[in-house]
T-cell receptor, first 116, second 109 residues
């Protein structure tokens, strides 16, 4: 079946602009994660959804970052007033949920964000 | 100190060699352990879960040492296609899933 998809695959924007990154998880997966990965680093946790609600948003770096998942499927990560330091690959992952950390996460191909 | 630490490498070994790398974690409440593989400019993919008793999947063997708080990955008879970055992943809860920075492995002909 279809895996996790993310759009756009690449996004170039100017400092101060607003961007939205979209994630389509695997059908039936209730858990959805957003990560940010910089060069030479592992994925860094941003936010976790179980169903429609953000169960843990402790990884969001500041209030410029926000994510929603209104119908418990597609999620959008929103970044306001982008800064050059926001440049990274933004990865989305989903898992069957909700049995916690034991489950396999399936990652999307990521969105490469470049803020000029 | 990072919660999950890995030797970044790169490990450069000839085809057919055996290679092993470790990952240490600092939180003793950690419950789940995984190795993910990430190819250049691709997303991470699960290689194998790591169980307390140790487990093997073909040429890959993973071990967990709770007392010393490390996990290991052993690759036997390495192939050119094993060249990748190997990410150690440690979980405490559904959201507390921590990725290491990865160990780069390069297999040469």
């Amino acid at each position: 079946g279809a895996g996790v998809s993310q759009t756009p695959s690449n996004k170039v924007t100017e400092k101060g602009k607003y961007v939205e990154l979209r994630c389509d998880p695997i059908s039936g997966h209730t858990a959805l994660y957003w990560y940010r990965q910089s060069l030479g680093q592992g994925p860094e946790f941003l936010i976790y959804f179980q169903g429609t609600g953000a169960a843990d948003d402790s990884g969001l770096p500041n209030d410029r970052f926000f994510a929603v998942r209104p119908e418990g499927s597609v999620s959008t990560l929103k970044i306001q007033r982008t800064e050059r330091g926001d440049s990274a690959v933004y990865l989305c992952a989903s898992s069957l949920g909700p049995t916690g950390s034991q489950e396999t996460q399936y990652f999307g191909p990521g969105t490469r964000l470049l803020v000029l | 100190r990072k919660e999950v630490e890995q030797d970044p490498g790169p490990f450069n070994v000839p085809e057919g060699a055996t290679v092993a790398f470790n990952c240490t974690y600092s939180n003793s409440a950690s419950q789940s352990f995984f190795w993910y593989r990430q190819d250049c400019r691709k997303e991470p993919k699960l290689l194998m879960s790591v169980y307390s008793s140790g487990n093997e999947d073909g040429r890959f063997t993973a071990q967990l040492n709770r007392a010393s708080q490390y996990i290991s990955l052993l690759i036997r008879d390495s192939k050119l296609s094993d060249s990748a970055t190997y990410l150690c992943v440690v979980g405490r809860s559904a959201s507390k899933i921590i990725f290491g920075s990865g160990t780069r492995l390069s297999i040469r002909p």
